[in-house]
């Protein structure tokens, strides 16, 4: 029976560049090891690496490659096949805003599946040259001008970092169906499914001109409507009443030894 009247979605689940992905079984034609020389596949396709295409790092070789059918063809190598499967009822997720435009125009959605995020990538608009795919830019910094009231203190890549309660939704543990986004995202360490909501992560070094990095904790914030989060290695706690050192955005509060460093999310993300 043809695959629109079975009803059935088939898609083959990959994983590149620490990113999960989904691609529609219908747009592949071959899965395959490639040839001894990791370039090539069966001598006649040239193989490009996801990874790179997608503005990331190469893949550890072997691997798997995917030939895609397109045109012209496109043999891509992955760091892994996962499976073929039904995703038909599963839960489907639109991707947030704000993830850059090279993003928005290969994916717009995810997909769950045991537990697992994967972004269902289209084929069809896969970049045939590295180069393409750009994270999204930074917004515009900006730091507390006065002392904030009541707030949480985490840490993150070694540092010190602050938010008013008013703005935490809630902290919790980065799970397995968390994803990376593909690339170097940005500030964006990758897409976490919570409470029926896409939520991107952010890392606030990152923010500050530094790499993102996914770490344990997320204090997920909701600014005017939209939701967020925030990677953290370690939940310090909650405290009132900070100082200012005179530095641009940096407190110290009775208790914790180190400067806080605040960054205003509402005038960020507003």
């Not at 593909?182 to 976490?192: F, H, N, S, T, Y």
């Not at 409470?195 to 005017?224: I, K, N, T």
């Amino acid at each position: 029976m043809p695959l629109f009247e079975s009803g059935r979605r088939l898609c083959l689940l990959l994983e590149a560049g620490g990113t999960r992905f989904s691609v529609e079984a219908t747009s592949v034609t071959e899965v395959a090891a490639p040839d001894p020389d990791q370039t090539s596949l069966r001598g006649v396709l040239e193989v490009q690496d996801l990874s790179v295409l997608l503005g990331g790092d190469p893949e550890p070789t072997p691997g798997m490659v995917v030939v895609l059918d397109v045109s012209p063809t496109l043999a891509v190598r992955v760091s892994a096949v996962v499976e073929v499967a039904d995703v038909t009822r599963a839960v489907h997720f639109v991707l947030p805003s704000g993830l850059g435009d090279s993003l928005a125009a290969l994916s717009h959605s995810a997909v769950m599946h045991k537990g697992r995020l994967y972004l269902e990538l289209g084929a069809d608009v896969l970049p045939h040259e590295p180069g393409v795919v750009t994270p999204p830019p930074l917004p515009t910094l900006h730091l507390f001008g006065f002392p904030p009231e009541r707030s949480l203190v985490f840490e993150s890549q070694g540092r010190l970092f602050g938010l008013p309660l008013p703005f935490i939704s809630q902290v919790v543990m980065r799970g397995e169906s968390f994803s990376a986004l593909p690339g170097r995202g940005g500030a964006i360490a990758g897409l976490m499914p919570h409470g029926q909501v896409l939520w991107p992560l952010y890392s606030v070094p990152a923010l500050l001109g530094g790499r993102a990095a996914a770490e344990d904790f997320l204090v997920l914030a909701e600014v005017e409507g939209r939701t967020l989060g925030l990677c953290a290695s370690r939940v310090i706690g909650v405290y009132p009443r900070f100082d200012p050192t005179g530095n641009p955005g940096e407190f110290t509060v009775s208790g914790v030894p180190d400067p806080i460093l605040f960054v205003d999310l509402w005038r960020m993300f507003s």
